[in-house]
């Protein structure tokens, strides 16, 4: 992380008297600590935001026997009998959901004061088998809450417990962590979905906080000679202001965001504190309130600091899955590329088809059931159409890439049952096949485009006279660098064509035609690199493209006509009712504008799921009806 020492604007810091309400001296400009022998009897305690159901509310406190809220003069409003240590809290309109760890059960637990000033009955997450130093909750843009367990010797664990500040009837675990092995407090910023951790005489870390994020960390500040710490203590967050105790300097540290980077805004002695361990902060007209807890215990303090507001990033709809397939049965990065067979007869029965670049292919119902199992090599994409004759029979075409011998690995699927065989392979020139899409033209013939990772793409037309499936190279063209995801457009006999790195294409898809690219898209604003998969929604007034922007775990959505007008981009994430979590990280994708039948009615989108949580296990697929995507973004 980049800091820069910034004058101290002004910075004054002014411990009070704990009954004091009298307003405050002017303050000089330059840094200045008092302190006062007023303490509030509690080892862990935290503002609240304005309850309007608690008149007076001030603060929520843990007590030698209870949990407490207290008003400002330290008279308990409301209680939890236990013996608690630690704590954090959300609030809302309609209560304050609270954790907590039970000291004598050495368990973390749920309650929610609701607006009836009445506490909700304990729930209590399973044991863990580390013992619990810290815990802190977050807030996601979908208002689900999340709890993350900090243990000994870096291990830790975060949980889905609440919905809409509801605690769940079972939590569930989203994820294991690694964490840093002397860690004790962590803060989450939910504005920014950001995990903070201290790691004692090391410094402090960030990690992405969302469900769906890697479990990557960055330095905030560390110890001399890397920072200025001596030690790395409790956090307060802020929207782009961040608070942090050095207790072996008594110094407290105040950050300010900027350009998505923290930078230094002051360094602040508290001296007199012992060992201040512990800071939360709020805001008000004249800066920040404090409460910093130390070895001898709490005291207020104002800090009359005003932290710039930077511009919020515009918000992203989120679609939750109504449904996802069982794991694919190979580790690791396995799952890819899904295609969507429609049976038109019962389309209930339609079937979703998946690579499982590990080994093969998997097929699916739309209940996410494993069918069918094909280990026939390392399959990469895949993709289907109707109406292919194969000899004497007519049946569905399903063909794949196939990275073991850079060849098209084709299969019949059974109009009736949709039950799919390999029918063979037909072998390319290419030294590294990837991506594949099929199109089929005016004349009823199904083509095959595939692409290389060094740009190059080939177009096949391929027969199964004979009873035998064969392929005729009928045309070639290339990208400049590495491409993957394609989808053809048979109505209008146009072609689309992601370059990872630099933007959607499209062309004609006749064989025949002059390959021209003409841009749709490039990387920049919502479409961030790497782009991976394509899928064409044909609706009956309009059709989109769907494209998989895998650097922001998005899905961006265009008009797929031309000026391909951007509709907006939308975010997969968890659904806590049926306990399936988000999609990230997504290679391939599929779409259909068929009725398929109930929540499918209006269509189906299958996404690939590149980070499998809640709980964790090999990848899979997920399934989200047309509907809420169309209700997020507007779409006709």
């Known amino acids: 992380m980049r800091f820069s020492n910034l004058s101290l604007l002004g910075l004054c ?92 059960r050495q368990q973390a637990l749920l309650a929610r004061l609701d607006d009836a000033q009445q506490w909700s009955a304990p729930h209590y997450l399973p044991k863990t088998r580390f013992a619990i130093e810290g815990l802190c909750l977050y807030r996601d843009e979908a208002r689900n809450d999340f709890l993350f367990l900090v243990g000994e010797e870096g291990i830790g664990e975060q949980w889905l417990v609440a919905e809409h500040g509801r605690p769940l009837a079972q939590a569930q675990r989203v994820r294991a962590l ?103 902060a709020r805001r008000t007209a004249q800066g920040l309130e404090l409460l910093l807890v130390a070895d001898d215990g709490a005291r207020r303090a104002a800090l009359n600091w005003q932290p710039e507001s930077a511009e919020a990033p515009p918000a992203v709809p989120v679609v939750t899955p109504l449904v996802q397939s069982e794991v694919a049965p190979s580790l690791g990065d396995a799952a890819d590329d899904p295609a969507i067979w429609v049976n038109h007869a019962q389309p209930e029965r339609s079937r979703v088809l998946g690579t499982d670049k590990q080994g093969g292919l998997l097929v699916y119902d739309l209940a996410g059931r494993q069918l069918q199992d094909l280990r026939v090599g390392r399959l990469n994409n895949v993709d289907v159409r109707n109406g292919f004759q194969l000899g004497a029979r007519r049946v569905d075409l399903a063909v794949a890439s196939n990275r073991d011998h850079n060849s098209l690995q084709l299969f019949a699927i059974d109009p009736a049952s949709g039950e799919l065989g390999e ?23 199904i083509h095959a485009i595939v692409n290389d990772k060094d740009g190059s793409f080939l177009q096949y037309r391929l027969s199964g006279a004979g009873g035998k499936a064969s392929g005729q190279l009928v045309r070639r063209f290339r990208t400049a660098t590495q491409p993957e995801g394609c989808v053809a457009d048979d109505r209008n006999q146009r072609l689309y064509i992601g370059e990872e790195d ?9 064989a025949d035609a002059p390959a021209e690219l003409e841009q749709v898209i490039a990387v920049g604003g919502p479409l961030e690199d790497d782009i991976e998969g394509l899928a064409l929604y044909q609706g009956r007034q309009r059709d989109y493209l769907l494209i998989s922007s895998q650097g922001n775990d998005s899905y961006v959505v265009v008009e797929a006509q031309a000026p391909y007008r951007l509709r907006g981009s939308l975010r997969i994430g968890l659904n806590a009712e049926r306990g399936i979590d988000g999609a990230s990280e997504t290679d391939g994708l599929e779409v259909t504008s068929a009725n398929l039948g109930g929540p499918w009615s209006a269509g189906l989108l299958v996404v690939q799921d590149g ?9 899979n697929y997920k399934y989200v009806p047309w509907t809420a995507i169309a209700a997020a973004l507007g779409l006709e």
């Open 13 to 104: 810091i002014t411990l009070a008297a704990c009954q004091s309400h009298e307003p405050q001296e002017a303050v000089s400009a330059a840094p200045n600590v008092v302190l006062s022998d007023a303490l509030i009897a509690s080892e862990n305690t935290q503002w609240l935001a304005p309850l309007p159901f608690l008149p007076g509310a001030e603060r929520l406190q843990v007590g030698a026997r209870s949990l407490q809220v207290v008003d400002a003069d330290g008279q308990v409003l409301s209680e939890l009998a236990g013996r608690f240590a630690t704590l954090d809290q959300r609030a809302d309109e309609r209560g304050v959901l609270v954790a907590t760890l039970d000291k004598r």
């Open 178 to 280: 690694s964490l840093p092995p002397q860690s004790s407090f962590c803060q989450v910023d939910d504005s920014s979905a950001s995990l903070y951790v201290n790691e004692e005489g090391v410094g402090l870390w960030r990690y992405a906080a969302a469900a769906e994020a890697p479990l990557l960390r960055e330095p905030v500040e560390l110890v001399a000679p890397f920072g200025e710490l001596q030690d790395a203590g409790g956090m307060a967050v802020l929207p782009d202001a961040l608070l942090l105790l050095d207790p072996a300097a008594a110094n407290l540290h105040l950050f300010q965001r900027h350009a998505a980077q923290w930078q230094r805004a002051a360094v602040l002695n508290l001296a007199g504190l012992d060992e201040p361990e512990q800071v939360s």
């Open 423 to 445: 029918i063979g392979q037909i072998p390319t020139p290419l030294r590294e096949i990837y991506g594949l899409c099929l199109f089929k033209d005016r004349q009823e013939t």
């Open 502 to 510: 630099v933007a959607v294409w499209t062309l004609d898809a006749r």
């Open 611 to 619: 980070r499998k949580r809640m709980p964790e296990g090999n990848q």
